[in-house]
């Protein structure tokens, strides 16, 4: 657990554009230190039969979590993030957070690379 990496949580605000159409921005980003581990085989399984697939887990302090559903990620080697949708989050005793994450699947407006 040396929280040797870093993640940009992302808020984002739903509003309309200038044709009436539903759109998301970005209200705030935030990048805050983490642990980044891989699914247990168990978590993997579970999704699937959940019908949603977990590609990382974040782990980072509580103090850090404002209920953001979108992390952007920066894998070693990459010059772009990759985008993930927080799918469950989970804390156990209050002093950290465990967000389990899949790929976006929608276009970001977030304004970063979206993940393939």
Known sequence: ???SE???LVKMKRGTDAD???VDNVESRREVF???LS???T?????QQAGTDIAKVFKIRAVDYKSERIVEYTHEGDKDPTIYEVKRDYT???EFYMLYCSLSST???????RAT
């Open 92 to 94: 156990s005793g209050g």
């Open 107 to 113: 276009p970001s407006s977030v304004g970063r690379k």
């Open 39 to 41: 699914t247990t085989r």
């Open 34 to 36: 983490a642990d980044v």
């Open 20 to 22: 009436g159409y539903r």
């Open 43 to 47: 978590e993997f399984y579970a999704a």
């Open 1 to 3: 657990m040396g929280w």
């Open 6 to 8: 870093t993640i940009n």
